[in-house]
């Protein structure tokens, strides 16, 4: 059986575990299970093709990773708050976490910095930075809904926005960044990452392959801390961006 068949066989399979245990348990997830899986088959190839130029082309790395941070910064904006309210935190968040890290990591030369490392590398760090910034942005929104009467004592003794959320901002930070602080903490003992399964398949050993995986873990958590510190800084000075997360009357 060919590599491509094998491939179909199996998401097939998978599809339709996750479909039919959908259907099974009423989740209501098979259509779901099913454009998901279509879309990053279909986004794979392109992004696969997409990639394949770019480090054939290095000029062309910035604009791919300032594409990746427009899609980013939209989707994440877009969990936040209606309409473009929450863009402009989201973009200085993302940007912030993942730029952060990576001028680390490069100006320290523990990685090369060339097109091939760098695109995928810097890659992960935006993805990680994205949900963090989502995370954050959205648990400050529904704990700014559920404590506004707090805010609004605040703000009645003369305490600006910014003031009044700051409690509310630093805990919302700090649950975002729990996943990352626990796939830290456990690598190795609970789950194998991909980018140490995907170096050893490379060929790699596997010191270097821990090394990378390092480097990836730490970065991704630098940035997500970074990420979810700006974006809550930012919508404790900016209220219209949270108005959807206010009460009524």
Known sequence: MSAAISLAVAL????????????????????????????????????????????RTPVLAPLYLLLMLGVASWTSARRIAPGREALAPAVLAIACGAGVSALIIFACRALEFDATTAVPFVAQLVGGSMTATTVA????????????????????????????????????????LVPALDQTRNVGLV???????????????????????????????????????????????????????????
């Open 12 to 55: 097939v399979l998978l599809v339709a575990v996750a479909g039919g245990l959908g259907r099974w348990i009423g989740t209501g997830q098979p259509r779901a299970v099913l454009t998901a899986t279509s879309r990053a088959l279909v986004q794979l190839m392109v992004v696969g093709a997409v990639i394949a130029v770019v480090i």
């Open 137 to 176: 942005g959205q648990r400050f929104r529904d704990d700014t809904r559920a404590h506004w009467s707090e805010v609004e004592g605040w703000l009645a003794l003369g305490a600006t926005y910014r003031q009044a959320l700051a409690e509310l901002a630093r805990t919302a930070a700090g649950r975002a």
């Open 191 to 249: 789950t194998l990452p991909g980018a140490f399964v995907g170096l050893l398949l490379g060929g790699a050993t596997p010191l270097e392959a821990g090394r990378v995986q390092l480097l990836v873990l730490v970065g991704l958590l630098a940035a997500e801390t970074v990420a979810a510190l700006v974006v809550t800084r930012m919508l404790s000075g900016r209220p219209g961006a949270l108005t959807e997360a206010l009460p009524r009357s």
